[in-house]
């Protein structure tokens, strides 16, 4: 539990969130919700906190969730198992079906009720809605170098996202929470790795801050130490060296084209910490990995 702070350090904590608070105003702040966050009660109570703190001081959050831990709960409950290639789900029809269901429906509507329990005003929504996340289906590129394409189901590579449905949103006091399925030319649905989504999301925003939360300190070097700042050429070396792999691909590859697209802020932390998400924000103590665009 948080420490019970004197009246004089609770004043002082305020003065230092107000420089970051007039200089974020009015400035949209996309948030990859997952990991720990998602699944430990007390981190669950504090994010929707944070996030309805940083609404009511004139940001704009947007939310995009995974939900790794509740899809795998539910294929084990039907007797299938997950797989992943490179760090990417591998979704079969029958597959889909429970992620759009785990997805759009049971994690997306808690975050939302949680959010609006602390007195935000959160809408769910998928890419469907208004078909604001175009996908076609992803291929994936064999890492043997024989350069053959692997078939990894229904996962979707995105083609285009729509901001006006977030834009209207946000101009109606309303904070967007995004399950990261997406709609093909032909009615398709398509599952999309939610970095990916909240990467490409907080591009088209030109969003001031993209931040993602994981179950580590941030990226952290071959001896599990943390690196606070890294750049790319650190993050083609690390990937070559296996020191990045697995399901921190995709996130640090989202991280780093939004950082390249103009994203002034890319954040990879630690959402085992509370209130991760002010201390990334609000406070002089930044945590976890800065993501450097050159």
């Known amino acids: 539990m948080t420490e019970k702070l004197s009246p004089t350090a609770k004043a002082g904590v305020l003065a230092e969130a107000l420089p970051y608070i007039k200089r974020f105003h009015g400035k949209t702040i996309v948030v990859k ?118 078939d990894i189901g229904q996962v979707g590579d995105i083609v285009s996202i729509d901001p006006s449905l977030i834009a209207l949103l946000d101009t109606g006091a309303f904070i967007p929470v995004i399950a990261p399925i997406g709609v093909g030319s032909e009615g398709e649905t398509y599952n999309i790795n939610a970095d990916v989504v909240a990467g490409k999301i907080a591009e088209v925003l030109k969003a001031e801050k993209l931040v993602l939360l994981t179950n580590t300190p941030g990226v952290l070097d071959q001896a599990g130490k943390l690196i606070t700042g890294i750049t790319p050429k650190q993050i083609d070396d690390m990937v070559a060296d296996g020191t990045l792999s697995g399901g921190m691909l995709p996130k640090i590859s989202s991280a780093l084209d939004a950082a390249r697209s103009g994203v002034k802020g890319v954040h990879i932390i630690d959402g085992r910490v509370e209130h991760a998400l002010l201390l990334e924000i609000l406070t002089d103590e930044g945590v976890g990995t800065l993501i450097k665009s050159k």
């Open 33 to 150: 919700y997952g990991g720990n966050a998602m699944t430990d009660e007390h981190l669950k109570q504090c994010f929707a906190r944070d996030v309805v703190l940083l609404k009511l001081v004139g940001m704009n959050p947007v939310v995009v969730h995974g939900g790794g831990p509740q899809i795998e709960s539910l294929l084990a409950r039907v007797g299938k198992k997950g797989k992943f290639v490179q760090g990417m789900r591998v979704t079969d029809a029958e597959t889909m079906d429970l992620v759009e269901m785990v997805l759009g429906g049971q994690v997306n509507k808690e975050i939302v009720n949680l959010i609006n329990q602390h007195g935000g005003k959160a809408v769910g929504l998928t890419g469907k809605d208004g078909n604001f996340i175009r996908a076609k289906k992803l291929m994936m590129e064999n890492k043997d170098g024989s350069g053959d394409l692997i």
